[in-house]
């Protein structure tokens, strides 16, 4: 069995050399800058979107937590069954995540939202398991304790349409309609709900957890007083408007029992649907700006704004050297250095690569800061690309200064 998995690593390394990474394989922390999790989530901060990736950590967390919780149970000699009935009926009737983990049977019913883990291997699933507890690992959330509005009978996963005085939300969990992209404020990163892990872990620990996911992302941004509160775009029906429990409270009527028995999946649907929005809108772009290019967008427009600044320097120097008629001749070829400046720079922002870092193996993880590109199909691609570009601006100033040279003199 180890040759066998020995096996399956050396070939996804091999086919790691001549593709690029997926979405699993980064949030699963298997691959390396530029283009690793902490410069997606770099790149979501800058487009002002990171509660998407923070949101998919956090509940991740809370499922790990939910897990290491059944296995201690299970450890202690108890079954699922006989130590929370309620959750097992209610596994046992709508399904669950976690039915390898509590024993339910092969036959079980699964639920209707296809989980993330099933598109991953078993070495990606211990990867990506682990990591909504790496992430800022041993800080503390200061979310607020959530406010209980509606009734006891309200479901947790109520998906009643908003009442007509609620505020209007952005239609795609990317859209920036409401917001301010860090690229002109920055606005202070949060870190995960961590869990202190000195005890046991207990379902008050679970219902904390929930609770604070809720009040950190799904609570409408008014309900909480609490700079850290703010609320992700989800669809209709899979909105969260009440959260019934509290942290403080242990559940002792058999109607709080039931909606204990629903913490566990809670948050699963809503989880899944930002995996796919990020799979299918952010990650795409991601690559193409990492991938195919090593400039952050303030720095690819601060190298137009120079190279404007320094072709207009150029053109200045050589019309006044045509117009006045200077001689020698062979002084026009000088211009060949203000022309592939300005070149390098307009071809630079053009293509956001800079072929100059890229022959140093640097890429912009934020403006003006670089870290070295260690991802080997992605430094090929970019050696490659660099190559054109620096090909492009060699002919682009050749051709510039020849014409400036072949214009006769006449001096006005």
Request: with cysteine; hydrophobic share 40%; aromatic share 10%.
């Amino acid at each position: 069995m180890d040759d066998e998995q020995k096996k399956q690593q050396e070939d996804w390394l091999n086919s790691r050399k001549h593709r690029l990474p997926s979405f699993t394989e980064v949030l699963s922390r298997r691959t390396r800058p530029p283009v690793d999790l902490f410069m997606f989530y770099l790149f979501l901060q800058r487009e002002g979107a990171e509660d998407i990736l923070d949101f998919w950590l956090d509940v991740q967390q809370h499922e790990n937590l939910c897990r290491a919780y059944f296995k201690d149970v299970r450890k202690s000699g108890r079954t699922i069954k006989d130590d929370w009935p309620q959750y097992w009926d209610y596994a046992r009737r709508r399904g669950s995540i976690y039915g390898t983990v509590v024993g339910l049977q092969p036959g079980a019913p699964k639920r209707s939202t296809t989980s993330t883990a099933d598109l991953l291997s078993d070495q990606e699933k211990q990867a990506l398991a682990a990591t909504g507890d790496e992430k800022h690992t041993g800080e503390r959330s200061t979310s607020p304790p959530s406010r209980t509005p509606g009734t006891d009978k309200e479901r947790i996963a109520s998906a009643s349409p908003p009442t007509a005085d609620y505020d209007p939300r952005s239609t795609t969990p990317f859209s920036l309609s409401g917001r301010t992209p860090t690229f002109f404020m920055r606005r202070a990163s949060r870190a995960p709900t961590i869990i202190p892990r000195s005890a046991a872990i207990t379902r008050m620990d679970l219902i904390a957890s929930a609770e604070r996911i809720f009040c950190r992302y799904l609570c409408p941004p008014n309900t909480v007083n609490s700079p850290e509160n703010h609320e992700i775009y989800l669809p209709p029906a899979l909105r969260i408007h009440s959260f019934p429990l509290n942290s403080t409270q242990e559940p002792k009527t058999q109607n709080e029992l039931n909606l204990l028995a629903q913490i566990p999946d809670m948050f699963h649907a809503q989880k899944e649907y930002c995996f796919r929005a990020m799979e299918q809108d952010a990650f795409p772009r991601f690559l193409r700006a990492k991938a195919f290019g090593n400039l952050t967008p303030l720095s690819a427009l601060v190298r137009l704004v120079l190279g404007l600044i320094v072709l207009w320097i150029g053109l200045a120097v050589g019309f006044s050297l045509i117009f006045l008629d200077v001689q020698p001749k062979s002084k026009r070829f000088f211009l060949f250095v203000p022309f592939t400046v300005a070149i390098l720079f307009l071809v630079s922002h053009q293509y956001e690569l800079d072929p100059i870092l890229v022959f140093l193996g640097q890429s912009e993880s934020t403006p003006f800061r670089t870290l070295t590109i260690r991802e080997p199909y992605v430094k090929k691609l970019l050696i490659g690309r660099a190559i054109w570009v620096t090909t492009l601006v060699a002919l682009c100033s050749t051709a510039l200064t020849l014409i400036f040279w072949a214009v006769p003199g006449h001096r006005l």
